[in-house]
């Protein structure tokens, strides 16, 4: 006598091949989630973090512009710190100073008070007293200044506290930090009641905007910056919801589908037994009983088995392939609650999904069932045209409200993400409808061209475009996400290095920080004349300049640099007859503004203070336009113009070129010798510290999408082994009427790469669609695209799914033809 559970376990037993490999997808799939949650999460935090570590823990910095003559008195600190959501308010005050008599340059210096507050923005750790100072590491560096030394500021000598360490992969920047008391007494219009210039504001979480908008309410004059505001950060943050949100959906949409496939196979082969089970007299609710027991068991094992090796991968795994990649230690976390949520949510969906299934099958006769079975058609329906049709239209209606909000706005990068997606939900419909056409085309080619084997199994797959597709959408959603993320990386690793190379244009970089005027353009002789060196020029200040268009004074800035060093270099394009000494160059820029051409003659001037206006003081004549700003200037002298000796202008900085940067360093230590205050800068050096910060940042996402790359990889081979695996029956007759095993061999691979092939095809194609329209979030700035990335993956995948492939057709092929067709 059996009972339903029994019936439920010998058939259960019977087909263990489907049992394991649908336990294996749920599996697979519960970590693709889990580990997807875990990047969000810890990517959310790391960002965070790295703000926090940037700007501390203010939120807000009120205060007035250095122009409008103001400072915040006492009376107004007491106010804010009143303010409903404001938990502390730090006072700053800010001053140009002097150091150590230094003539030529000032330095930036901030007064502070000592609370956790202002420690936080400036990182120090020091409390400062009326005779205590701050430095930046490079301003130590400038004036050989160590913990306890003396220096002297303005007209009077303070004790070195602490030195600020340079931030990786940036430039140390030139700061002082000495009590509030002592700086604010500096400023201009200070009073007793004075407390200073700006004031750091902590808010409770959330309520930044709330108090700046109130504070902006109180008093219009005064300058409220949000640090949520801020361009680079709002960037960052904006970049980071938008591949979140992709991410999300995607991953979402492979594992739905790799469930939707293996349920598909499943319910394939339940079917069978219900139709088999009905037709022996089975009432609905026996059968009903049976198969819920075995999709139970099934889900649950998946389930459990997912969540284990999701914490496997998340806590041991993940920080072992970040090692192995030789890149920097990131965070890993994630709470137990998310995971328990994740199981459970992921435990009661698939429980409904599959109720409702058995509910709708279980309730069909024999025959329906076997019909239903063998209905693979696909088909376009009226539903679909109206579903395309709304959703087209209203892709297009978030493009409109984008272009309408600005695209660089929050609310713009959401319509805009918002169309992208549903533009690609569109072409995901589209698409199989379009292989299924090109394929019926391409049919008789492929038979005279590839044979009959070729011929037969593209035909044999038009039918099964509408079940395959679950496999082909796992695909598609991997090289989407593949293509978006490699995308995103490559083109802010390129950024980062556009700006290195923006700050250095050469291997070695001189700076003369302290403006000395004993540096002149004789010195690039003696560097030049260095082994190492292959060429190097100079380049000044930016020093102001008056021009004379029509009756007006224009007041601009101009740069001075060796004009024919730089055609002989190509930075500048090949000027003609001209005198350099009465000569400049401008940008085309700047040209096309003021209706500019060579040979046009500029009078020039300089500002008279005591008349308080500008005055005529010579003529130059244009003598070249180039494409781009020099030295941050749309003019551009040469050091032999006559300019120089009115306006003395220094030297900012030397370029040196070199192959061999250490050694070059080493020769141009005489410099130092002569000039201590000279920073010379490898951007080899920068160019490393700027990668290591940068894989820093990105480490947990590489490791993450390694696994993500894997854990799809496998979890599709496993859905088309099942695929195929099913298939056995269909290739024993075709076996039957002739087929050769080589030609099995053959049929299998042609089936399985068309699939796998239009997968990756179409999902590079969606990918990089997706990437383009979410680049218009940003300006349309260009986008780079990592192509070796997308390459080895593409052939790493298929190789793997031929070498599978090839031995399961191997295998299948070799089987006795009677034991195949028994076992049918």
């Known amino acids: 006598m059996f009972t339903m559970r029994n019936i439920a376990l010998k ?31 810890n990517a959310n935090s790391q960002m965070k973090a790295d703000i926090q570590a940037l700007y501390g823990e203010m939120d807000l910095m009120v205060g007035y512009n250095p122009d409008q003559q103001k400072l915040l008195t006492t009376h107004q600190i007491e106010e804010l710190s009143t303010l409903a959501g404001v938990t502390q308010v730090s006072r700053l005050s800010l001053a140009h100073t002097f150091v150590e008599h230094e003539k030529y340059t000032t330095f930036y210096t901030v007064g502070v008070e000592n609370d956790d507050l202002v420690k936080s923005r400036y990182h120090f750790e020091a409390n400062l007293g009326p005779n205590d100072a701050i430095l930046s590491e490079n301003v130590a560096r400038l004036f050989n200044k160590r913990v306890g030394d003396s220096i002297h500021i303005q007209s009077k000598d303070f004790i070195v506290q602490e030195i600020l360490p340079t931030i990786k992969g940036t430039d140390s920047p030139n700061i002082i930090l000495l009590a509030n008391d002592v700086v604010k007494a500096w400023m201009n219009n200070s009073q007793p009641q004075t407390a200073g210039i700006f004031a750091l504001i902590k808010t409770d979480e959330g309520r930044a905007k709330a108090v700046g908008a109130e ?22 943050l904006q970049s980071l919801m938008v591949f979140m949100i992709v991410l999300s959906v995607f991953i979402l949409l492979i594992s739905s589908v790799l469930l939707l496939s293996t349920f598909q196979l499943l319910f394939y082969k339940i079917k069978e037994q219900l139709m088999i089970l009905r037709a022996l007299g089975a009432s609905v609710k026996q059968v009903g009983r049976i198969v819920k027991l075995q999709l139970s068991l099934i889900i649950s094992f998946g389930v459990m088995l997912g969540t284990t090796l999701s914490l496997v991968v998340i806590k041991s795994w993940l ?32 429980q409904v999904m599959t109720k409702w299934q058995v509910a709708k099958s279980s309730r069909l006769l024999p025959l329906q069932i076997a019909s239903e079975n063998e209905n693979l058609q696909l088909r376009w329906t009226k539903w679909k045209t109206i579903i395309v049709s709304i959703v087209g239209v209203s892709a297009v209606f978030f493009f409109l409200q984008a272009y309408l909000a600005g695209t660089g706005s929050d609310q713009g990068a959401l319509f805009i993400l918002l169309g992208t997606l549903l533009v690609c939900g569109i072409l995901l419909l589209l698409i199989p409808y379009l292989f299924t056409a090109i394929l019926h085309l391409a049919l008789k080619p492929i038979r005279r061209v590839l044979g009959k084997e070729a011929y037969l199994a593209c035909q044999q797959l038009m039918p099964q475009v509408r079940k395959n597709m679950p496999v082909v959408l796992s695909m598609i959603g991997l090289m989407v996400i593949l293509t978006f993320g490699s995308s995103l990386m490559k083109t802010l690793q390129h950024n980062d290095l556009a700006y290195t190379e923006s700050q250095y ?11 000395d005027p004993t540096i002149t353009p004789a010195i690039i002789d003696e560097i030049e004349a260095l082994p190492s060196v292959q060429y190097a020029y100079a380049q000044s200040n930016n020093a102001y300049i008056a021009l004379q268009l029509g009756d007006e004074w224009l007041a601009e800035n101009y740069t001075t640099i060796d004009i024919e060093k730089f055609m002989q270099l190509k930075k500048l394009p090949q000027i003609g007859e001209g005198n350099l000494q009465n000569g400049l160059v401008v940008t085309k820029g700047f040209a096309e503004r003021y209706h500019l051409s060579v040979g046009d003659r500029i009078t020039i ?20 336009i180039t494409d781009s700003p020099i030295h941050r200037a749309d003019i551009i002298v040469d050091w032999s113009s006559f300019l120089t000796a009115q306006d003395h202008p220094l030297i900012e900085d030397i370029m040196v070129e070199t192959s061999h940067p250490e050694q070059a360093l080493a020769e141009l230590s005489f410099l130092e010798e002569r000039w201590p205050a000279l920073k010379l800068t490898n951007k080899a050096t920068i160019l490393a510290q700027s990668n290591e910060m940068f894989f820093q940042r990105w480490s947990l996402f590489v490791g993450v999408f390694v696994i993500l790359i894997a854990a799809t990889g496998l979890g599709v081979l496993q859905t088309l082994l099942h695929t195929i695996y099913t298939k056995r029956s269909d290739y024993a007759i075709q076996r039957l ?26 999902g590079t194609f969606l990918g990089f669609v997706l990437t383009r329209m979410l680049g218009f979030i940003d300006d349309g700035s260009p986008m780079s695209y990592d192509f070796l990335t997308l390459g080895l993956t593409s052939i790493a995948f298929l190789g793997s799914t031929l070498i599978v492939f090839t031995l399961l057709g191997y295998w299948m092929s070799r089987q006795k033809l009677a034991n ?3 076992e049918i």
């Not at 649908?22 to 697979?28: L, P, R, Y």
């Not at 504070?215 to 960052?236: C, F, G, H, W």
């Not at 049929?747 to 239009?758: E, P």
Request: hydrophobic share 50%; with cysteine; net charge negative.
């Open 820 to 822: 195949e067709i028994v």
């Open 505 to 515: 244009e050469t291997a070695i970089k001189i700076d003369n920080e302290l403006n």
């Open 319 to 350: 920080p072992q392939l970040i090692s192995l990649l030789h890149l920097p230690e990131a965070k890993t976390e994630l709470p137990i609650v998310f995971i328990l949520l994740i199981a459970l949510s992921s435990f009661i969906i698939l």
């Open 11 to 41: 058939l259960f037993r019977a087909a263990w091949a489907n049992v394991l490999t649908s336990i294996s997808v749920i599996t697979i799939s519960i970590c693709l989630v889990m580990t997807m949650t875990v990047y969000i999460w």
């Open 215 to 236: 504070i902006k309410q109180q008093d219009p004059t005064l300058r409220v910056d949000v640090m949520s505001e801020y361009d680079a950060i709002k960037r960052n």
């Open 605 to 624: 001037g300089s500002y008279d203070f005591a008349a308080q206006q500008d005055r005529p003081s010579g003529e130059l004549q244009i003598i070249g």
């Open 737 to 762: 009427i002739g087929l050769s095993p080589n030609g099995l061999m053959k049929l299998i691979l042609t089936q399985v790469l068309s699939f796998v092939l239009y997968g990756l095809i179409v």
